[in-house]
């Protein structure tokens, strides 16, 4: 089973690039979300989706767009990378209400992000 | 300001030694959850727990909730080698007059090292 899959799971950038992080799922989930993970600071969410067309901001969106055009896909998008943004990023994904939502999310393996 | 204060950060043990891990906040939450993250990997989730003074048991790893829901610990007994991770605490805040997003707020985490 595939679960989450993020692409790539390593990049180096130079300031101002842009690039696009992949994120997809095949467990039929509606709720869709990133996260950055840094030393000391445990996982914050970036930006999150509970359903195709819907997106919303977390705790620290800034620099950083994210479209949800089907059920499977969310990529998060740098436009002008900036050396803040060098952290590891996690996708996760779960069912969103209904009697099958545990609330567990479940988690990509993560992409590593360096921005000289 | 974190919302989830971990503690301790880190922690160094010996094999068969017992340990708990707090996590603790101001803040009323409707659930619960641990998650456990290997390097390289994703967090996978644990536990999670729903009322308050609600125990549950995993093998050698048992998780409490706080009679008020603000509050949880880990307590591993015995702590063999392969228990080594890094173990985030996530939770989601009671929401009043809302509807429940099921964004997760993750506390900082606590590395846990155990020697053979």
């Known amino acids: 089973n595939a679960g989450v899959t993020q692409t790539p799971k390593f990049q180096v950038l130079k300031t101002g690039q842009s690039m696009t992080l992949q994120c997809a799922q095949d467990m039929n989930h509606e709720y869709m979300s990133w996260y950055r993970q840094d030393p000391g600071m445990g996982l914050r969410l970036i930006h999150y989706?509970?359903?195709?067309?819907?997106?919303d901001q977390g705790e620290v969106p800034n620099g950083y767009n994210v479209s949800r055009s089907t059920t499977e896909d969310f990529p998060l998008r740098l436009l002008s990378a900036a050396p803040s943004q060098t952290s590891v990023y996690f996708c996760?994904?779960?069912?969103?209400?209904?009697?099958?939502?545990?609330?567990?999310?479940?988690f990509g393996e993560g992409s590593r992000l360096t921005v000289l | 300001t974190q919302l989830l204060e971990q503690s301790p950060q880190f922690l160094s043990i010996q094999e068969g030694e017992n340990l708990t891990v707090y996590c603790n906040s101001s803040s009323v939450f409707s659930s619960l959850q641990w998650y456990r993250q290997e390097p390289g990997e994703g967090p996978v989730l644990l536990v999670t727990v729903v009322t308050g003074g609600e125990v549950k048991k995993l093998k050698r790893l048992t998780f409490q909730f706080g009679d008020a829901r603000k509050d949880s610990s880990l307590h591993i007994t015995a702590a063999q080698p392969g228990d080594t991770g890094l173990y985030l605490c996530?939770?989601?805040?009671?929401?009043?007059?809302?509807?429940?997003?099921?964004?997760?707020?993750f506390g900082q985490g606590t590395t846990l090292q155990v020697k053979p």
């Open positions: 996760a994904s779960r069912p969103s209400g209904g009697p099958g939502d545990t609330g567990e999310l479940f």
């Open positions: 996530a939770a989601r805040r009671v929401l009043h007059g809302s509807s429940n997003t099921g964004k997760l707020i």
């Open positions: 989706s509970v359903g195709a067309g819907i997106t």
